[in-house]
């Protein structure tokens, strides 16, 4: 998670792997509405929290993607790319890194050390009580870690496109999305990991 201070704005934006935040939020029980637009190479998208009178908004980088949270509904696609003009964005395989451009006045601050385990894949954590509508309710397996979930993305042919690992233990929750798709030691990685806000 990230903290961005332009003139006298202060938001919040959160970076992990691409289709994470769309994929949690098309599972989701509460009603979501998902608009999208292209930017250039890469990808708008605004999930509308129809229950909840909220918009998350997601830019899609290759590989990773950031987003953030504003209030109401029918949020113009714009407010996110004006949310990030100050700011410089380096997508790769590797990780993503967000910087404060140049003379643009902003400051990035970093409330995580890492969003990525290498060679393994990205993490996205959240307090327990702000991610309860993405655990699912039971038939979690118990591990040193907490209680752990395997969602798997698949095409229409069955193949896993994207596979995730939710692990939640009694104040946090925490996401792990595969760098690749087959890897199938990453429940058991993510499992053996107390991960923690502070």
């Not at 938001?11 to 769309?22: F, K, S, T, V």
């Not at 997508?91 to 890492?114: F, Q």
């Not at 907490?146 to 496109?161: P, V």
Request: a negative charge.
């Amino acid at each position: 998670m990230l903290w961005i201070q332009h003139q006298s704005n202060r938001y919040r934006l959160h970076a992990g792997i691409r289709g994470g935040q769309e994929g949690f939020y098309r599972k989701d029980p509460e009603p979501v509405a998902i608009r999208e637009a292209s930017l250039g190479d890469n990808r708008l998208v605004a999930i509308e929290h129809l229950g909840q009178d909220g918009t998350t908004l997601v830019l899609q980088c290759d590989y990773h993607e950031v987003s953030t949270f504003v209030h109401g509904t029918r949020v113009s696609l714009d407010a996110l790319p004006a949310m990030l003009a100050p700011l410089s964005i380096t997508d790769s395989r590797d990780g993503i890194v967000i910087r404060a451009r140049r003379g643009s006045g902003a400051s990035v601050e970093y409330t995580l050390g890492a969003n990525v385990i290498p060679e393994v894949g990205t993490v996205t954590l959240k307090p327990l009580e702000t991610a309860t509508v993405q655990i699912p309710h039971s038939g979690g397996k118990t591990v040193p870690g907490g209680q752990l979930w395997r969602d798997d993305l698949l095409t229409a042919d069955g193949t896993i496109a994207q596979r995730t690992v939710l692990l939640a233990n009694e104040s946090t929750a925490a996401f792990v999305t595969a760098f690749d798709p087959a890897d199938d030691g990453l429940a058991s990685l993510a499992g053996s990991v107390n991960f923690r806000l502070s």
